[in-house]
């Protein structure tokens, strides 16, 4: 066989031959722009030829800081393709780690969107090695001092870049973790990592796009390279809606009820928010809806289809695994006794390339029996072996990445998730799921959102505490609440405090930030209601 190396240039050429009057679409308000992939190829091409100008080498850092966009995607395809390093930078970050992941991946130019420039701008002088900040867009500037405009900078440039031949195994692109304890730490995805990841997202068993598709990529282009969603939609030659800002509601209603997308990616909060919006939403196109960064509700995934007739698919992944490790349809040969609800709840089934095993505490590799519960560990080709700059050997175990979920796997390869380690309630010697606890919360009718976190008790160690916000107009009472779940989960799970806020506190990526929540209860933040358990 012929020794080709597997690059993500492969990836731009075959998108732009092959599927060149594919569109991106950038959402802007009151309309939108298009492109066609031979457009963005060829404006790619006058980036990497603007960066090269600009002393830009191979392997050099490049960090963006911008929306889902045309522009993000243009140096989704310049910035590895030339062998510089795509280093997404999270726009939601506090800036103190925003400035830290700057300075630790050693960033030389930063592209930053108009509209962001004062996010930029707050730690600009805490910045040690950027050189060149780039600007895509309007936008006051001063605050940067210095700055190049992104059109300028490719209008200087003629079209054709020749994309240099690169060790597939070298750096490609860059992202930090979430850093909900401690500093972020980054992972490094090489060319090759990438293209794999790529294809297994082409498989049919798993999102197989197809250039008949439209999708709507929300979840963002800096949260592990948006899922990997642009390089497959690239090379599917499926049309791409970038949604930039507009995320939330009403706008996102107003992009499926006009654009009609066939697919769309975004974190469950996202979804639970469209589906209580009160205003219609033409789902007529949709063929799926993808979801992942926290486990999904049975209550919002049976709410999607009544109203919408739409399906939630589950998928499971971290930025250290690229993210893809896990995603899934009920299959078609079921396990007696379970209907098709029994394979939507859960987190996925591990993808092709991937192996997943679940790991007690005494590092014994527990069965595949659906029921043993233990730590979930991962390992395959674009699964991070280590991080950048930071060993951090408590994560690695024998060669397999632990990825702090703890939950089981059945003998058909579906991932059911208990918790994250850090999260589980352990009360009286015993493990209460705080994903479980609240997915039951969240199927009440007049609960909007729920999360559960563990808080210190005399007797039992911990007891779970599950903070409620209620749906607009709705007053809710703990002792129904505790009613409603006796049936619903195991009765010592049987939550006695109760909180309601308005509003859970949420990471950079969307999920429930508990880390806040747990400090919030320290700090005497929460009215805590009491309620007598049922004897």
């Known amino acids: ?17 092959t ?45 963006t800081f911008c929306w889902n966009n045309q522009g993000h995607m243009e140096a989704y395809l310049a910035i590895p393709c030339m062998g510089a390093v795509l280093h997404t930078l999270n726009i939601r970050l506090p800036a103190e780690q925003l400035a830290y992941v700057i300075n630790h991946a050693e960033d030389r130019v930063i592209i930053v969107d108009g509209s962001l420039v004062p996010l930029l701008a707050a730690v600009k002088d805490d910045l040690k090695t950027v050189e060149t ?64 990841h790529t294809m297994a997202e082409q498989a049919a068993s798993s999102i197989g796009m197809t250039e008949e598709d439209r999708i709507l990529i929300i979840v963002p ?20 809606l970038m949604p930039q800002m507009y995320l939330m509601g009403e706008h996102l209603a107003a992009i499926f009820n006009e654009y009609h997308p066939t697919l769309a990616c975004g974190v469950p ?56 490790a896990a995603f899934g349809l009920p299959p078609a040969r079921r396990l007696e006794g379970h209907d098709d609800m029994y394979y939507k709840i859960k987190a996925g089934r591990v993808v092709p390339g991937v192996e997943i095993r679940v790991v007690a505490e005494d590092g014994s590799v527990l069965p595949n029996d659906g029921t043993s519960v233990g730590e979930f560990e991962a390992r395959g080709p674009w699964v991070t072996g280590s991080y950048y700059k930071d060993e951090d050997p408590d ?19 579906y991932m059911t998730i208990s918790d994250r380690t850090k999260d589980v309630i352990k009360s009286g010697g015993e493990w209460i799921s705080s994903v479980e606890l609240e997915n039951a919360v969240m199927a009440y009718p ?78 005497g933040a929460y009215a805590v209601h009491k309620v007598d358990l049922p004897k």
């Open 1 to 17: 066989m012929q020794d080709a190396p597997l690059l993500i240039s492969n990836i731009l050429r075959h998108g732009q031959l």
């Open 19 to 63: 599927h060149g009057e594919s569109q991106v679409i950038t959402i802007e308000a009151g309309g939108h722009r298009s492109a066609t992939f031979d457009e963005v190829a060829g404006r790619a091409e006058k980036l990497a030829k603007a960066l090269r100008r600009l002393g830009v080498k191979d392997g050099d850092r490049v960090g």
């Open 133 to 196: 900040i780039i600007v895509v867009g309007d936008g006051d500037t001063s605050a940067l001092g210095e700055t190049l405009s992104y059109e300028a900078l490719l209008a200087a440039e003629e079209p054709g870049f020749e994309w240099p031949d690169l060790d597939e195994r070298s750096a490609a692109a860059m992202c930090y973790t979430s850093g909900t304890t401690g500093n972020p730490k980054g992972v490094v995805y090489s060319h090759r990592s990438t293209w794999l």
């Open 221 to 240: 282009m800096f949260h592990a390279n948006a899922w990997g969603t642009p390089y497959a939609a690239w090379l599917a030659g499926t049309d791409m």
């Open 269 to 324: 909060t996202i979804w639970n928010g469209l589906l209580q919006l009160d205003k219609p939403v033409d789902f007529s196109s949709v063929r799926a809806i993808t979801a992942g960064g926290a486990a999904v509700p049975q209550a919002l995934i049976e709410g999607f289809e009544k109203r919408f007739g739409a399906t939630i698919i589950q998928g499971w992944g971290m930025t250290e695994t690229s993210p893809l």
């Open 395 to 413: 994560r690695f175990h024998d060669g397999w990445l632990r990825t702090g979920d703890v939950g089981c796997l059945d003998e058909q390869g």
């Open 446 to 523: 007049d609960v909007f959102e729920a999360a559960v976190i563990a808080v210190p008790d005399h007797k039992w160690s911990e007891r779970p505490l599950v903070a409620v916000v209620p749906k607009p107009g709705k007053t809710l009472d703990p002792s129904a609440l505790v009613a409603f779940l006796k049936d619903r989960v195991p009765r010592w799970w049987l939550p006695e405090q109760w909180a309601f806020i308005e509003e859970i506190p949420k990471t950079s990526v969307g999920k429930f930030d508990k880390k806040v929540m747990r400090a919030a209860f320290a700090d």
